[in-house]
């Protein structure tokens, strides 16, 4: 196959599902990885797409998130800072909320020393992960499967996060910018995020730089839906002060920016 045509097939395909992955393509067109990594390269010249680690998104479609199997082997050492920090907070005995962020992933990772912890999740990753952590109590919400992001969703389980109480609340989100707070990418996965801090008493966004002035296609919520943001980088000046007035402690390192009080 010439690789005009292929390109031109990746291009539909990007078209269709708003995504593509560099393996599977590879395995499709039984060509080398590095030969899709540049027709990727090529369609992000002509405005196409825009590449990620591990494949290509569409463009035009900025507000969408990547699938799951590319975005937890995407900026891992910012996570893993943010999961050690998480790991200070969180005490023996605790019980968590967990979204089904893959920055969440790695944060309850580095929890698994800690003894007799309440596990309540969505997350399809977290519950294949804690299958053998003895001293857990893990508990799934069910639902609808949403595939992309690896998550259970819908009403059964928003009933289910309803019926719990939990100490934390740990999550992630696409964006946090001014036209929206806290964004992120779909309706069902946003009103699970929302069950989940309204049933905890304390909300901990684990967000790196990056998500600073992100777009994100639905709103969240405020700023002042959660109690601590823990990220990798000092925010800007601005976004300090913003969220230092809507009453969120920043963890940042070893450095913290306190809340002014509401």
Request: proline letters at 2%; a neutral charge.
């Amino acid at each position: 196959m010439l690789a005009a045509e292929r390109r031109r097939i990746i291009t539909q395909r990007i078209q269709a599902t708003g995504q593509v992955v560099v393996s599977a393509l590879s395995a499709e067109f039984q060509v080398s990885e590095e030969t899709i990594r540049r027709d990727l390269e090529s369609l992000e010249k002509d405005g196409i797409a825009t590449r990620i680690y591990g494949g290509a998104v569409l463009r035009s479609n900025d507000h969408a998130a990547p699938p799951y199997s590319i975005r937890k082997n995407t900026n891992i050492e910012p996570k893993v800072t943010i999961a050690r920090k998480l790991s200070d907070l969180v005490c023996d005995g605790d019980t968590l909320m967990v979204d089904e962020s893959s920055t969440a992933a790695y944060a309850v990772r580095a929890l698994r020393q800690k003894k007799n912890i309440t596990l309540i999740t969505n997350s399809l990753e977290l519950l294949r992960e804690m299958t053998g952590q003895d001293t857990w109590h893990v508990i799934s919400t069910g639902g609808s499967l949403k595939s992309d992001v690896l998550a259970l969703v819908g009403p059964h389980a928003l009933r289910t996060v309803h019926s719990y109480h939990a100490a934390y609340a740990v999550l992630s989100c696409r964006g946090i910018n001014e036209q929206l707070g806290l964004a992120d990418s779909d309706d069902s996965v946003v009103q699970i995020k929302q069950a989940i801090i309204a049933s905890c008493d304390r909300a901990v966004l684990l967000a790196d730089h990056r998500k600073f002035d992100r777009s994100g296609l639905v709103a969240l919520g405020s700023l002042d839906l959660v109690d601590t943001l823990i990220t990798d980088c000092p925010p800007s000046a601005q976004w300090q002060q913003k969220l230092a007035e809507n009453g969120v402690t920043v963890f940042c390192g070893e450095t913290t920016y306190h809340a002014h009080k509401k």
